[in-house]
């Protein structure tokens, strides 16, 4: 029988405490009280680097209600998953000439010539997920970089697994070099187990963009090569185990049976779904992706004023089927008024 005691109560009390629809009462915003009213009248690009990801279409749809509220006219490219359609985006962003761009879920750094050209043309950028440094004065012109601190949300999913197999943990990782956010993720993921005495059987490196062709046979032959020495499945993004699951159903493998599954950051309503059902996902470290779209408006209304980036550093939530019993829906959203507190700061 797995271990879940100790982790079931953290993440429960962490989910149920900043979730639409649970039952306890709202809870204070913690973000920026203060800033620049809206500036009227502006348009802006969204980059996204794949609509296909969960977690860039949480982040979008949060972006598309900010603007919604702040009065913003809102055009969104989709990068499709390839770095030539994310520079094709790019191009495309520069000719529609808008006031502000938000790239969204690429690394800044593989687009480093494109986006060259968006700093040449001075149209401010706040970007999610867009390297390692988050906060403000990212590199290559990011005004701010948006995002929970991605080695907090490493560690707690590596600890999670620790605890979570009581002894004897051996654990795949899941990462794409593609970014250098999810290499760093990974490592520390690595790194935490290793240092409590945990075992990586292997660390896999596949494009996220790749899943749906990749995961299936990648399951298959790490199934045939560690059998059941292999406990635990970590990947950087929930996207792996949207195609984990299948191929371990088809090895006749149940659930609660194979490696169990978590995810080191986003938070999907797929995750949720799989979480929630005992479908093959365990646990994820959920971001507020919702509240993270509005705080990309924000940061981008203070980039076109000329103000100064707010710092803020949103929390993510260790998500468990326990948690999940006590709520609805099907993404972590904060039981905090950060809708209304941003509507004061921009006077709408």
Not at 7 to 31: H, K, Q, W, Y
Not at 142 to 171: C, L, P
Not at 246 to 265: C, E, H, R, V, Y
Not at 316 to 340: M, W
Request: proline residues 4%; hydrophobic residues 40%; negative net charge.
């Amino acid at each position: 029988m797995l271990k879940r005691t100790f982790l079931n109560a953290l993440m429960a009390s962490t989910i149920l405490a900043g979730a639409t629809g649970g039952a306890l009462a709202e809870t204070p915003f913690d973000g920026p009280t203060s800033g620049p009213a809206a500036a009227e009248g502006k348009s802006i690009v969204v980059l996204a680097g794949d609509l296909k990801n969960g977690g860039i279409l949480g982040v979008t749809s949060g972006v598309e209600e900010a603007a919604e509220t702040i009065g913003w006219d809102v055009r969104v490219l989709d990068g499709a998953g390839s770095i030539q359609g994310r520079t094709a985006a790019i191009g495309q962003a520069l000719a529609l000439q808008p006031d502000g761009i938000i790239i969204n879920g690429f690394d800044a750094v593989e687009q480093q010539a494109a986006l060259e050209g968006v700093v040449g043309a001075d149209i401010p950028m706040v970007a999610w997920h867009s390297g390692p440094k988050i906060g403000c004065d990212a590199p290559g012109g990011i005004f701010a970089n948006v995002s929970t601190d991605a080695m907090t949300v490493s560690e707690v999913a590596a600890k999670w697994a620790i605890e979570d197999a009581g002894e004897g943990v051996g654990a795949v990782i899941f990462t794409d070099s593609t970014y250098q956010i999810a290499i760093d993720k990974a490592d520390r993921i690595k790194d935490t187990i290793e240092a409590m005495g945990g075992t990586v059987l292997e660390y896999v490196d596949t494009p996220i963009a790749d899943t749906s062709t990749r995961m299936g046979p990648l399951t298959t032959s790490l199934l045939q090569k560690y059998g059941d020495d292999w406990t635990h499945a970590l990947a950087i993004n929930d996207l792996y185990f949207d195609f984990m699951g299948p191929a371990l159903a088809a090895a006749g493998i149940k659930s609660a049976d194979g490696p169990q599954a978590g995810s080191a950051g986003d938070g999907s309503e797929a995750a949720f779904q799989r979480i929630r059902t005992g479908a093959y996902q365990t646990i994820t470290v959920a971001e507020p992706l919702n509240l993270q779209g509005w705080q990309l408006v924000d940061e981008l209304n203070r980039a076109i004023q000329g103000e100064a980036c707010s710092g803020y550093i949103t929390s993510p939530a260790l998500v468990t089927q326990d948690g999940l019993s006590k709520i609805e829906g099907n993404q972590f959203d904060p039981d905090s008024p950060y809708r209304e507190s941003y509507a004061a700061i921009w006077g709408k």
